[in-house]
């Protein structure tokens, strides 16, 4: 980047020059317009050049993620005044790593509504994911998630597993994979009763480019354990505005099959936030 801003200021500097030419050949240097439009032309070609490389396939491991950082940081806020006093409040962060065989994904969001100055939503998401490929379509993964919900089926539930996906879709606008495998799971219900036992997660991640503006993904999990089954499903739709701005939709559904007396089996969570995004 600073190469091209070089090279910009430098074609800048010919222009301003070559408007100046009397003042110019005064002291000895010729600059014409053949000339700034020669050193326009070479900046265009560097820029497609450089556009070129971002595009080959070597930046991206097998998984079609870009090498390197990448992630996305979004914000959401609302609140009225007057015959009701309300609050709501989203933030959320996906930020991951990738290497040639590694990848590596963080994710933290949370979610606070107040109204008439009492609560009555706070929670937080964190998760871990690595995967290890061993060829374009099967990999390794490890998971590490926590939830925490003070008005939730479940106060905490935190799960940590090992286990295989498998890529069944893979393409430039469409990718889908599966992934399943056993784990630990420790569950606190609002009461404080705790729960520790072994669980079992099957997942599904999909991504949907419709154009160069807008993307759809959906991510699905289920896991199981004998005190109870959590299906949470994630949809979002972005859409892009101007550079790295977006602007994402989304909605969360958390089920659970047998959650603590006087919780509802099913919440769910809506979202409009404004996203910035790098890579």
């Known amino acids: 980047m600073t190469h091209q801003i070089t090279k910009i200021a430098g074609a800048l500097a010919l222009v301003i020059a070559g408007g100046s030419a009397a003042v110019a050949q005064e002291t000895g240097v010729q600059i014409t317009s053949d000339a700034a439009n020669d050193a326009v032309k070479q900046i265009e070609t560097d820029i497609r050049d450089d556009y070129d490389r971002s595009r080959d396939a070597n930046r991206f491991s097998n998984n079609r993620r870009p090498l390197g950082w990448r992630g996305s940081v979004s914000a959401s806020a609302n ?11 989203g933030i959320g962060a996906r930020f991951g790593y990738g290497t040639a065989n590694w990848d590596h ?10 109204s008439e100055g009492a609560k009555t939503a706070n929670t937080f998401l964190g998760a871990y994911d ?3 490929y061993f060829n374009d379509r099967f990999y390794g993964f490890g998971k590490l998630r926590y939830a925490k919900d003070e008005f939730g089926a479940f106060e905490e539930d ?35 009763v705790k729960e520790e036992e072994a669980a079992g997660l099957i997942g599904s991640r999909m991504y949907w480019s419709l154009n160069d503006n807008v993307t759809v993904t959906n991510d699905t999990d289920v896991l199981s354990s004998s005190a109870d089954t959590l299906v949470s499903n994630d949809l979002g739709v972005n859409v892009s505005l101007s550079g790295p701005l977006s602007l994402r939709t989304s909605v969360r559904t958390d089920y659970h ?17 404004l996203v910035y995004k790098f890579n």
């Open 130 to 132: 690595a995967s290890r």
């Open 257 to 273: 099959t047998d959650p603590a007396a006087g919780q509802k089996s099913t919440s769910n969570t809506f979202g409009v936030s």
């Open 105 to 114: 994904d963080f994710t933290l969001s949370q979610n606070y509504s107040e």
């Open 158 to 192: 935190a799960f940590v597993g090992v286990g295989l996906g498998y890529r069944v879709i893979d393409s430039d606008t469409f990718n889908w994979r599966v992934q399943a495998g056993p784990g630990y799971r420790l569950t606190r219900t609002q009461a404080g």
């Open 79 to 89: 609140a009225t005044s007057g015959n009701s006093d309300t609050l709501d409040v």
